[in-house]
Structure formats: C-alpha cells, structure tokens
C-alpha cells in the first residue's frame, strides 16, 4: 500500500491530472512488487521556485522539469517516507509543447521519472539510462499514454 500526499499551494492540476498522478504511480508501485506501506511526497511548484531548489541543493542557476529527494538506499527502505518529487508545473505545460504531445503524457512522463529516481533508478550512464527509461515507457503505455517515439 502506498499513499501519495500532492501539496499544490498554487493549485496547478485539476482532478483529472491528480487522478493520473495516482494511476502513474499504482502502475509503478504493482510493476516493483514493492510491499508495506510507502508515503511519497509530490510537490507542484513553478518555475521560479524550482530554480530556488534547482540552485541550492544542485547548484545549478535555473529551473528544471522534476527534482527527486530520496530516502532509498541500496534496496532498503529506512522509513515509510520513499521521498520527495518537486514537480515544475511550467515545465510539463513547456515540454509537452516542445515534444509534441500532450500535458498529459509529460506529467506521467515526469511523475514517473521522479518516482524511479526515488526507487534508486539514475541515467547517468547509457546502461542505465535504458533500463530507467525503459521503465517508464512501460508504465506510460499501461496508462495509456505510450508515443510511437519511445525507444525501448
């Protein structure tokens, strides 16, 4: 069982945008086989704020789409807290414009790359990259949001 706590202070999503978020993340939580109880946060911030996070605890001076905040480690899980997503709003309205498709396959793209960031997936090499990658392709086509374009 998991539970998903969204704080969206500036109220981005609408019902049916929360009601993907959970469908996102139930697809992955049943493909990970993943048991007891788990709490993820899902923080919907804007540009500016995430620029804020971006900066301090990255050190990089701009925006970016989705920032994960771990409490993995190596397969275990030390609290029923898996971490925290901090999710750029303008930054799914932006790409979804930029890749050509919809509002609604970049949130699931983003969710579910925050919430494999969390699970202790990376990218930071092309091997694991694939397998990342290849993760969400899956979950996005399970929910119906899968592109023609996805490589894997």
Not at 52 to 76: A, C, H, M, Q
């Amino acid at each position: 069982m998991f539970d998903l706590q969204v704080i969206d202070k500036k109220k981005f999503l609408k019902k049916t945008d929360l009601i993907l978020v959970k469908k996102i993340a139930t697809t992955i939580f049943k493909l990970e086989k993943l048991k007891g109880k788990i709490i993820f946060e899902l923080h919907i911030v804007d540009n500016k704020e995430s620029k804020k996070i971006n900066s301090k605890y990255r050190k990089k001076d701009y925006p970016t789409d989705v920032i994960s905040f771990s409490f993995w480690e190596e397969g275990l899980l030390k609290t029923e807290l898996l971490g925290e997503i901090f999710l750029n709003y303008e930054k799914v309205v932006s790409q979804a414009k930029q890749f050509n498709h919809s509002f609604e396959r970049e949130l699931g793209f983003l969710v579910s790359h925050g919430i494999y960031h969390l699970l202790g997936y990376d990218h930071e090499n092309e091997d694991d990259a694939k397998i990342m990658f290849t993760k969400q392709y899956d979950v996005l086509k399970l929910c119906g949001l899968g592109s023609i374009n996805d490589k894997n």
